[in-house]
């Protein structure tokens, strides 16, 4: 069974730092590429930031600069460091990775093509 847990959301003040976590079991998170997904109340979940099973990564452009994915495949955890946090960053972060086929390389920042997610967790940057 795949599950996926989110962890390390809290209150950080604008323009502080924080690093999330996810710990994926159930596959080999090498074999996988992992995203993080981000939405507010009444909106659409939007894509954050992804990493393919190859290296590469992508950032949506609201968070380039400011936000860094990485992953410990020999921990099965994948992660999201998250500097600048602004008022009006979505505040629910989730993560999820996909049901195969797996083409080498790949990650998508939409939502539709992820299967499996965390339950997601929360971080309040107020104003």
């Known amino acids: 069974q795949v599950q996926l847990v989110e962890s390390g959301g809290e209150l950080v003040q604008p323009g502080g730092s924080l690093r999330l976590s996810c710990a994926v079991s159930g596959l080999t998170l090498a074999n996988y590429p992992i995203a993080w997904f981000r939405q507010a109340p009444g909106k659409e979940r939007e894509g954050v930031s992804c990493a393919s099973n190859s ?3 992508y950032y949506s452009d609201n968070v380039k600069g400011r936000f860094a994915i990485s992953r410990d495949n020999a921990k099965s955890t994948a992660y999201l460091q998250m500097n600048d946090l602004k008022t009006d960053d979505p505040d ?3 993560c999820a990775t996909v049901r195969p086929p797996i083409r080498l390389g790949e990650c998508q920042l939409t939502a539709y093509a992820y ?7 929360q971080v309040t940057v107020p104003s």
């Open 55 to 57: 290296g590469g990564t």
């Open 115 to 121: 299967a499996f997610w965390g339950q997601g967790t």
């Open 92 to 94: 629910i972060y989730f």
